[in-house]
């Protein structure tokens, strides 16, 4: 299909999945500054005050906690949130003060690689 024909797609959500969709959507309300639009049993939605991508944090029961970075027999990560920051030392500060942790592995000097509450990576990086 060429680029002329393509339809219009737009990515709107990224759904993250969770033990507990409240306690982790409420964690990047405080990291982000995302409003909680909407709150339902096992989903939460989550939007950018800003406009562009929402997020969503979904009931997973069978939920594994990921491990960074990879190991063999280890639930892999999905997929990971990159946030561009203006300070790295500032971010990471407040992304643990909302609840974060810094991971263990650290594989670039200009990225810091931290986990949510429920253990999915997310990178915070400068830009340049």
Known sequence: MS???RPMLTITTVNISAPDPPALA???HRLLGY???VEEPG???LRDPRGGMALACQSESDYAR???PASPGEQQMMMHLEIRVEDLDVAVAHATA???TLAA???QDDVRV???PAGHPFCLWVEG
């Open 98 to 100: 909302c609840g974060a």
């Open 43 to 45: 989903w939460v939605l």
């Open 105 to 107: 592995s650290q594989p």
């Open 114 to 116: 931290c986990l949510d």
């Open 3 to 5: 680029n002329d024909t």
């Open 35 to 37: 409003e909680i639009a």
């Open 66 to 68: 990921p491990a960074w």
């Open 26 to 28: 409420r964690f990047y």
